[in-house]
């Protein structure tokens, strides 16, 4: 079992950065692949970005790409989602997740356990 917690969130205005944690209790991600996905009022869960354990091979949405950066942080058992040049349509819960699979971390099937989420809100 896998325990996930987001932190990180916030109001912040556009064009603005914040940093979210995604950090694991129960088991660490030494096994796991980690994606941060982002749901915004009335519309799906979305993918953002992947990092795979065993590789450290990242993958992004093409919405995202340029302006957020995820990595990790083995020691801590934390992954970090990095995101400048934030917009308006960049407010969502975004949540992590982590995977056993090295492949196919886009799609949320691919992926075991789940956080809560934390709010992120871009606006003037």
């Known amino acids: 079992q896998v325990q996930l917690v987001e932190s990180g969130g916030g109001l912040v205005q556009p064009g603005g950065s914040l940093r979210l944690s995604c950090a694991a209790s129960?088991?660490?991600?030494?096994?796991?692949?980690v994606g941060w996905f982002r749901q915004a009022p009335g519309k799906q869960r979305d993918f953002v970005a992947g990092?795979?354990?065993?590789?450290?091979?990242?993958n992004y949405a093409d919405s995202v790409k340029g302006r957020f950066t995820i990595s990790r942080d083995a020691a801590k058992g934390t992954v970090f989602l990095q995101m400048n040049g934030l917009k308006p349509e960049d407010t969502a819960v975004y949540s992590c997740?982590?995977?056993?699979?090295?492949?196919?971390?886009?799609?949320?099937?691919?992926?075991?356990?789940w956080g809560q989420g934390t709010q992120v809100t871009v606006s003037s």
């Open positions: 997740a982590a995977s056993p699979k090295t492949y196919g971390l886009q799609y949320r099937l691919s992926y075991d356990y």
């Open positions: 129960g088991r660490t991600f030494s096994s796991y692949s």
């Open positions: 990092i795979s354990w065993t590789t450290g091979n990242t």
